[in-house]
């Protein structure tokens, strides 16, 4: 007849401290002690043991258990003692320090390299503290404790919570899920080509500018670009305009000048015939003042040939004359002839009767 008891691993411990035979052995090994056959089987390498027991025809199986007091285990009258084998029975002492040394890995991993990848073990009875960074604050907080961490809580109730600071000092770099990265250095904050976006329209002159001011400033400046366009239409028609005038004036100025040529031209024709005809009138009034000066004659029957000189302004003249009277004296003839310094020549005849 065969029964199987189930214990884990802590409870064949104590069932070997309190001196029932249970020695550690392979799964499926068969073992006699005291008459009693045991079949030690482990699944999967669980925690879980499980021992069949082969009773007698009466199915009764008797465990010898030693004596417990208070303060002691005893099966021989003695203490027992601590273990050094891996099958030997331990103390409550040898147990604590089993339980103390069981330990879990701490690691810290940061890429960016600002942490040493320090590699802690820590065991059971270790106090683990957990020390505010520059810009992170923890709280370890439960259902039972509230803030204060309750010993007595169950441990899936216990939180540890780390609070980024509300202000952050000695950050190089921020790096989002999809890998947008904002880089911050001195006096400059590089966002790597991503876009920003909700940014509030601009009021003191260091903020920065959105691109609806942007586009605002655009119209503006296009609005002011046709205004300007239109300026320079009309100032192109007007300079047009005055290129016309000034090709009028041009024209005119060619005409002007040619005019004032011929002006000129006929000034000075003009002023030649003035010069002209004032050395004619000065050589005809030099001419009159030779011709008057001619004497004539005075006597009856008698002739004179006279020769005079006269000037005028500058010009001078010389005249030749001759001049008879009849018998009777009644009748005088008389003859002149001149020629002036202007070259000029002249001449007079008359004939008078006297009674």
Do not use: C
């Amino acid at each position: 007849m065969k029964k199987t008891f189930k214990f884990n691993v802590m409870q064949a411990v104590l069932l070997g401290s309190l001196g029932v035979s249970v020695s550690a052995v392979a799964a499926g090994t068969n073992t006699n002690n005291n008459g009693v056959q045991k079949v030690v089987s482990q699944k999967n390498n669980a925690s879980n043991l499980e021992i069949g027991v082969k009773t007698d025809k009466s199915g009764t199986v008797t465990l010898n258990l030693p004596k417990i007091t208070r303060w002691e285990i005893d099966n021989s009258g003695k203490n027992v003692l601590g273990g050094n084998k891996a099958n030997d029975v331990v103390t409550a002492y040898g147990l604590t320090g089993i339980v103390n040394n069981v330990s879990w890995l701490v690691k810290t991993t940061d890429k960016s390299g600002y942490n040493n990848g320090d590699v802690v073990y820590v065991n059971a009875g270790d106090e683990v503290k957990f020390d505010n960074g520059t810009n992170i604050s923890a709280v370890v907080t439960n259902k039972v404790g509230g803030d204060k961490l309750n010993p007595a809580a169950d441990k899936d109730t216990t939180t540890i919570k780390f609070n980024l600071n509300e202000n952050l000092t000695g950050i190089r770099s921020i790096e989002s899920k999809d890998k947008t990265k904002i880089s911050l250095e001195k006096d400059k904050v590089n966002v790597n080509k991503a876009r920003v976006s909700n940014v509030a329209d601009a009021k003191d002159k260091s903020d920065a500018v959105n691109l609806g001011q942007l586009n605002g400033v655009k119209d503006s400046v296009t609005s002011l670009d046709k205004k300007v366009t239109g300026v320079q239409g009309s100032v192109t028609t007007l300079d047009k305009k005055v290129t016309g005038v000034q090709d009028s004036v041009t024209i005119l100025d060619k005409k002007v000048t040619t005019n004032i040529t011929g002006i000129q031209s006929n000034l000075h024709s003009i002023d030649q015939k003035v010069n002209k005809l004032d050395e004619r009138v000065r050589g005809i009034g030099a001419s009159s003042a030779a011709a008057a000066a001619l004497p004539q004659v005075s006597l009856a029957g008698k002739s004179m040939l006279a020769v005079s000189a006269g000037g005028y302004s500058g010009a001078s003249a010389v005249a030749v004359g001759y001049s008879g009277a009849s018998n009777d004296g009644k009748v005088i003839l008389k003859l002149q002839g001149t020629v002036n310094s202007e070259g000029h020549l002249s001449g007079g005849a008359g004939v008078g009767y006297q009674w």
